[in-house]
């Protein structure tokens, strides 16, 4: 089955510097890759998804890229902010038979003021 | 997204009894996956159902768990003489269809088994 690695599983960067998170994925038939932002107590949210047939996506200050070649996809969000402190997961999936998500085991980002 | 409901959001229960928890979700969505998050760690996939069908459950262990999605109804997983390592916060998320498609989240039912 997929297997998806993240890091680093923790990230403490000042206000207004970059994050980068970083995955890697092991099947080759994942086609979907989403991040979710997680609050403590809270239900994990969507902030951004790439499918393989697409290189980079950008939404304001949150992009993604994925290496298909390389099994690898990155979440780079910019100017941070201290309400983007919260903990994110990327996760892998594909269609057709188990659609099920495989995440991995999560990044927890702190935004230094 | 709000329209994924779980209820109850927290459900305690004591060794050896039954735990039953509920997923409502997004209205015309057809597409039902079960998660199971522990402390510290990401979620961990166990089942996907569409209405009337298990399309997958290898995430779920084979004894003590079950899922049903009737076609009345929400989605209801169910887990038998619950044990202490069942604590944890279960997930729940639909899709309007199966494919390499976005998954949202209901807030979860936090179980603690005593």
């Known amino acids: 089955g997929e297997n998806v690695e993240q890091h680093p599983s923790t990230l403490s960067v000042q206000e207004g510097d970059s994050a980068v998170i970083k995955c890697t994925y092991s099947?080759?038939?994942?086609?979907?890759f989403p991040w979710y932002k997680q609050e403590l107590g809270k239900r994990p949210q969507l902030i951004i998804d790439?499918?393989?047939?697409?290189g980079e996506k950008k939404d304001q200050r949150i992009a993604v890229t994925l290496n298909k070649t390389a099994k690898h996809f990155s979440l780079h969000i910019t100017e941070t902010q201290p309400e983007d402190s919260a903990v994110y997961f990327c996760?892998?999936?594909?269609?057709?038979?188990?659609?099920?998500?495989?995440f991995g085991k999560g990044t927890h980002l702190i935004i230094q003021p | 997204n709000a329209g994924v409901m779980q209820n109850p959001r927290h459900l305690v229960r004591r060794r050896g009894q039954e735990a039953r928890l509920r997923c409502s979700p997004v209205?015309?969505?057809?597409?039902v996956y079960w998660y199971r998050q522990l402390p510290e760690e990401g979620l961990k996939f166990m089942v996907y159902?569409?209405?009337?069908?298990?399309?997958?459950e290898s995430g779920m262990p084979k004894e003590r768990f079950s899922a049903e999605f009737p076609k009345e109804g929400p989605s209801i997983l169910r887990i038998q003489q619950v044990v202490r390592g069942d604590s944890a916060a279960y997930f729940c998320a639909s899709s309007p269809r199966s494919g390499a498609d976005t998954q949202y989240f209901g807030p979860g039912t936090r179980l603690t088994v005593l």
């Open positions: 790439i499918r393989s047939n697409v």
């Open positions: 159902l569409q209405k009337e069908n298990i399309i997958d």
């Open positions: 099947d080759s038939a994942s086609n979907y």
């Open positions: 996760a892998a999936g594909r269609g057709g038979g188990a659609d099920g998500l495989t």
């Open positions: 209205k015309g969505h057809s597409h």
